[in-house]
């Protein structure tokens, strides 16, 4: 397939809905873009904030069809006590229907919330609260992960060594604090067995419902949540660090686990790494198939991909660089081994590019940028999203301080010991902070020149 041209339909260099910078921010730093997603019907994009806020964009029924580049506002914006982790809009949302506008969200120390994405007033209280506690404190564990898959009765939350499903449908009423049910990633008494860290990345194969995590400790772990808890629906785990070792890109913690649109593949996508493993599922082995390589993506922000089924085969994998580009490759599983970019989109942002998400038509591809770092020489060594290395460092202490010796032997595997040493690095700067560029785009994909004259040539035959 040949490169489709790419054309800017849409944009915004406001996070937050206001220019004006929070009084609530204690460093006083220009807020920026952390994700974008995509909702089920297509018409609204929710974007997250690191000034602990989630904006939703209902997109204009001209977005394709205005001559001039439209400026995105917020239609509302949520604001959150505390930073978040991760969120997930409703699996089933849709503009004409008012009960589906709600969405999760997972802030530290607090609940699980459930909040109206449209609310009646400013700032409404959460509908419902879901609490992931550990029993022997009361302490809310943090939550790295949130995942609400299709049909929508249920969600899944990644904490420290386990998963949690919790029925939407039964939130906390102060009468069982507990998930429907709760998955140790550890077996324990039983060394080797199992995958230890934060449970960082989650994602659902839509044919038959396997649950793929992944760890900030480099482990992806398959369960079958049909089987109920505990132990027996655990399929398989491994660990990536010696398959990136072997292919020398790097990595430093999964940060997304995704499906291919065929349900075969999973694609890694881990932080500081120059490229994607791609594993085949198929059978009982699990198989390392491809490295998708020449990505700049060595930088501890989160650097999400989306997947499309490809026209010719395969499926198609996009992107966002450090640098502020967005790599595809296309045509990915119909052959093994390294696959190199097959184009990419130079200078797409002005930064480090953390959400690339592509709409269900295929034809609209959105996206947005923003990093912070330090104006000091070693800039480019301390760029990050302000949340990677922040969620790193809580999820080091609440591991050392709640787990104990089950995380111990964690070592040189795990990126929370070199968040730590990064984050001493941090404290003994005493430069300011530099935020980059940050924006959020909409594109539309159109076909390259090659596939018009093609296509005119086959009409004139």
């Given at each position: 397939m040949s490169q489709p041209t790419l054309n800017l339909v849409a944009s915004t260099t406001d996070p937050d809905g206001s220019s004006a910078t929070p009084k609530s921010n204690p460093l006083n730093k220009k807020p920026f873009f952390k994700s974008v997603q995509?909702?089920?019907?297509?018409?609204?994009?929710?974007?997250?904030?690191?000034?602990?806020?989630?904006?939703?964009f209902v997109l204009p029924s001209t977005l394709l069809t205005s001559p001039s580049l439209l400026t995105l506002s917020p239609h509302s914006t949520l604001s959150l006590p505390?930073?978040?982790s991760?969120?997930?809009?409703?699996?089933?949302?849709?503009?004409?229907?008012?009960?589906?506008q709600v969405l999760l969200t997972a802030c530290t120390d607090h609940p699980i919330h459930l909040h109206h994405i449209f609310p009646p007033a400013l700032q409404?209280?959460?509908?419902?609260?879901?609490?992931?506690?550990?029993?022997e404190t009361e302490a809310y564990l943090p939550v790295a992960s949130l995942l609400w898959p299709t049909p929508g009765t249920h969600f899944i939350a990644g904490t420290i060594n386990r998963i949690a499903l919790y029925d939407v449908s039964r939130p906390d009423a102060g009468l069982s604090p507990e998930p429907v049910v709760t998955i140790s990633t550890i077996q324990k008494g039983m060394p080797g067995i199992g995958m230890r860290g934060s449970v960082s990345a989650l994602a659902v194969q839509s044919q038959e419902g396997i649950l793929a995590a992944g760890t900030w400790t480099r482990w992806i772990g398959l369960y079958d949540l049909n089987r109920g808890g505990g132990g027996s629906c655990a399929i398989a785990n491994w660990s990536v660090k010696s398959a990136a070792e072997e292919k020398e890109i790097g990595g430093k913690g999964v940060v997304q686990t995704v499906w291919s649109p065929c349900g075969r593949y999973l694609v890694v996508n881990e932080r500081g790494?120059?490229?994607?493993?791609?594993?085949?599922?198929?059978?009982?082995?699990?198989?390392?198939?491809?490295?998708l390589k020449g990505r700049n993506g060595f930088t501890n922000q989160r650097l999400s991909c989306d997947v499309y089924e490809g026209r010719d085969g395969g499926f198609e994998v996009w992107a966002g660089e450090?640098?502020?580009?967005?790599?595809?490759?296309?045509?990915?599983?119909?052959k093994e081994g390294d696959l190199e970019p097959s184009w990419r989109v130079e200078g797409a942002h002005g930064s480090g590019v953390g959400s690339v998400v592509m709409h269900g038509s295929g034809s609209v591809l959105a996206s947005c940028s923003g990093s912070w770092g330090f104006s000091e020489e070693e800039e480019e060594e301390s760029e990050s999203d302000g949340e990677s290395d922040e969620e790193s460092d809580e999820e080091s202490d609440e591991e050392s301080d709640e787990e104990g010796s089950e995380v111990e032997n964690e070592g040189d595997e795990g990126s929370e010991s070199e968040a730590e040493t990064s984050s001493r690095q941090r404290n003994s700067r005493k430069s300011g902070i530099v935020v980059g560029e940050t924006s959020l785009k909409v594109w539309s994909i159109g076909p390259s020149n090659l596939d018009h004259h093609e296509e005119e040539e086959n009409r004139d035959q």
């Open positions: 995509w909702s089920a019907d297509g018409t609204t994009l929710f974007t997250s904030s690191s000034t602990n806020k989630i904006c939703s505390e930073p978040t991760a969120f997930a809009p409703c699996p089933y949302f849709s503009l004409d229907n008012p009960s589906t409404t209280p959460p509908i419902a609260s879901f609490r992931l506690i550990k029993h790494s120059g490229g994607l493993l791609v594993y085949d599922l198929r059978g009982a082995e699990k198989k390392l198939v491809g490295v450090q640098g502020g580009g967005i790599v595809v490759w296309d045509r990915v599983g119909l």
